[in-house]
């Protein structure tokens, strides 16, 4: 869902507004430290968020799209206005970590023309491969959005990796306090669970008098209540059941109802009597393991990985704020939607 918001550029942002070119002769719609935002760039953004912005306008004003629909004011806002603000918020945030990335030495070029000139070798290198039957990973062709969002994905990875040798550097103490203080969200183990299933046939129960099977399990329910066992009831079937988290793959495919069932239960508790469409049966939660967590020596490194990705978010933050934004207002002004 858009989330959008009044103020798309936060308030220490400094907007300077000027007109010019890139030396190239470019036009370019915006600069973020000195880094020029082209117009295919810019335009990339609009693009994305075409569906987003013409959904909020017609959930809060039942807008339907139209000729006027971009330029048209409802309340105190317009739909045009509203994506360009959009696109420059996202190309910001973009462009900034661009900036770092090219001051840390993890990349070398950030304009957007190098981006469609690799776009444009990566494809032919991708089709010729395709033709000698030479294994690639990934789509055969890519789009200009898939490969930009590709290519940012990566150089992210390698910035923080960077930014965690000095700016983001945290120490061990740092990541064990981490690993305690979010141990309960991120590094639980799912409840260890053992059952018991108590279960009887019932085709052909038509061909009987009354509900036969019903009534037995019945009875074997009452008795397992009671602390008594099933021996006795040759017709009904005890198995027996694990759940944990080395289980978790496959009881989401063979014991998902099951599973469901047995988190109703805590330990010694006894459920209802079910109709699986070929028999009846119940259960019996004979153990129950809560507040298990993953031992912090086997999650250590993912620990470390979500610090400092919390550490880069934060970073981030900091750096959009302070960052300077120079609008070229004649060309921001002639964006369209088309």
């Known amino acids: 869902m858009l989330k959008l918001k009044k103020t798309l550029i936060p308030a220490l942002l400094i907007i300077i507004v000027i007109s010019g070119t890139t030396e190239a002769g470019n036009s370019f719609v915006a600069s973020v430290n000195g880094e020029h935002i082209s117009v295919k760039e810019f335009q990339r953004n609009i693009n994305k968020n075409r569906?987003?912005?013409?959904?909020?306008?017609?959930?809060?004003?039942?807008?339907?799209?139209?000729?006027?629909?971009?330029?048209?004011?409802?309340?105190?806002?317009?739909?045009?206005?509203?994506i360009r603000r959009l696109a420059l918020e996202q190309c910001v945030r973009v462009k900034v970590q661009q900036v770092i990335a090219m001051q840390k030495g993890t990349?070398?070029?950030?304009?957007?023309?190098?981006?469609?000139?690799?776009?444009?070798?990566?494809?032919?290198?991708?089709?010729?491969?395709?033709?000698?039957?030479?294994?690639?990973?990934?789509?055969?062709?890519?789009?200009?959005?898939?490969?930009?969002n590709h290519l940012l994905r990566l150089m992210v990875i390698k910035l923080k990796e960077k930014l965690a040798e000095d700016e983001l550097a945290v120490t061990e103490d740092e990541i064990k306090r981490y690993y305690e203080d979010k141990k309960e969200i991120l590094y639980k183990n799912d409840d260890l669970i053992e059952i018991q299933v108590y279960s009887i046939d019932h085709k052909g129960e038509k061909k009987m008098p009354g509900n036969k099977s019903l009534s037995i399990l019945e009875d074997v329910k009452a008795r397992i209540m009671?602390?008594?066992?099933?021996?006795?009831?040759?017709?009904?079937?005890?198995?027996e059941l694990t759940f944990s988290e080395e289980t978790a793959?496959?009881?989401?495919?063979?014991?998902?109802?099951?599973?469901e069932k047995a988190?109703?239960?805590?330990?010694?508790?006894?459920?209802?009597?079910?109709?699986?469409?070929?028999?009846?049966?119940?259960?019996?939660?004979?153990?129950?393991?809560?507040?298990?967590?993953?031992?912090?020596?086997?999650?250590?490194?993912?620990?470390?990985?979500?610090?400092?990705?919390?550490?880069?978010?934060?970073?981030?933050?900091?750096?959009?704020?302070?960052?300077?934004?120079?609008i070229n207002s004649e060309v921001y002004g002639n964006i369209t939607v088309r």
């Open 51 to 82: 569906a987003g912005v013409f959904n909020y306008f017609y959930k809060k004003y039942g807008v339907k799209q139209g000729g006027d629909f971009w330029d048209k004011k409802h309340g105190d806002e317009t739909p045009l206005d509203m």
């Open 107 to 148: 990349v070398s070029d950030i304009s957007y023309s190098s981006f469609l000139v690799k776009l444009k070798k990566d494809n032919i290198a991708r089709k010729k491969a395709v033709e000698n039957n030479e294994i690639i990973y990934g789509p055969v062709q890519y789009g200009e959005d898939q490969y930009f």
């Open 226 to 239: 009671k602390g008594g066992g099933s021996d006795e009831f040759k017709n009904v079937c005890r198995d």
């Open 249 to 259: 793959r496959a009881d989401e495919i063979a014991n998902y109802e099951l599973k």
């Open 263 to 326: 988190l109703e239960l805590e330990q010694g508790g006894i459920s209802k009597i079910f109709d699986s469409g070929q028999g009846y049966y119940f259960i019996k939660c004979v153990k129950r393991i809560k507040n298990r967590y993953k031992p912090y020596s086997l999650v250590r490194d993912v620990v470390r990985q979500n610090l400092v990705d919390e550490k880069y978010k934060k970073f981030l933050e900091e750096l959009i704020k302070k960052a300077t934004v120079n």
